[in-house]
């Protein structure tokens, strides 16, 4: 079974922190990706990576950063936590023009 | 910006109803996807149209992928209490990145 794991189901930092998500996958996928999902705005895209290293913005990239030093491993940074960033959190992999398979998802409380 | 639009927002139907979301791009898609997730779990695949104009079925889910390319439907027949969730399109462009752009999503509460 494909897994993607996210470290953390919960999580709580206070505002102006700088935040980690981590995010691996084991199924050697090209492709990851992060959403955030807040009521009534469905699955917004952060920023997704298609290659080690290379990364490319997604619709909501303000106040985020991203890494993949390794194929497996994605992470997703907030460089200084606001409230305005508490969300769910979700990481996906896949391969082109197949199906995306998610984490658990994080849910992050900024206080 | 919302490159995928789906409708309804949410739906209540009572159990034995049908039901019905659609999904529109205003470009050509390469393929569409259709997720569920849960209350408190994540997306979860349920298929993939590639043709124009192709219809799958999955028991009493019933997805359709239009002549053009560019609207989609998941219809569930009779629904139950198993099926309450949102239901998420995801429309592949084609691009080599491997993007999918993800609708709002359909929340469908079922009530006995």
């Given at each position: 079974?494909?897994?993607?794991t ?10 102006g ?5 981590e ?20 699955l917004?895209?952060i ?12 619709d ?12 497996e ?20 992999s ?11 998802g ?6 | ?27 050509t ?8 997730q ?6 979860v ?6 043709k124009?104009?192709?219809v ?12 053009a ?8 027949t ?9 239901y998420?399109c ?8 491997g ?5 709002r999503?359909?929340?469908l509460?079922?009530?006995?």
């Open positions: 079974d494909v897994k993607v996210q470290s953390s189901r919960y999580l709580v930092k206070r505002t922190e700088k935040v980690f998500l995010c691996v996958q084991d199924m050697d996928h090209e492709n990851m990706f992060w959403y955030r999902q807040d009521p009534g705005l469905g917004r895209l920023y997704f990576s298609y290659d080690v290293k290379m990364k490319e913005k997604g909501i990239p303000e106040g985020y950063s991203v890494s993949r030093e390794k194929k491993r994605f992470s997703l940074i907030l460089e200084s936590a606001s409230t305005n960033q508490t969300s769910m959190y979700l990481c996906a896949g391969s082109t023009n197949t199906e995306a398979f998610f984490g658990q994080t849910r992050l409380t900024v206080v | 910006g919302q490159q995928v639009m789906q409708i309804p927002q949410y739906q209540h139907v009572q159990e034995g109803e049908d039901f019905t979301t659609y999904c529109n791009s205003s470009t898609l390469s393929n569409i996807q259709w997720y569920k849960r209350p408190g779990g994540h997306p695949f349920l298929i993939q149209l590639v124009s104009g192709e799958k079925k999955q028991k009493r889910l019933t997805f359709q992928f239009g002549e390319k560019k609207n989609s439907s998941l219809h569930i009779a629904t139950q209490t198993t099926d309450v969730g949102t998420f995801a429309a592949d462009r084609g691009s080599t990145l993007r999918l752009y993800f609708g999503g359909t929340q509460t079922v009530w006995p």
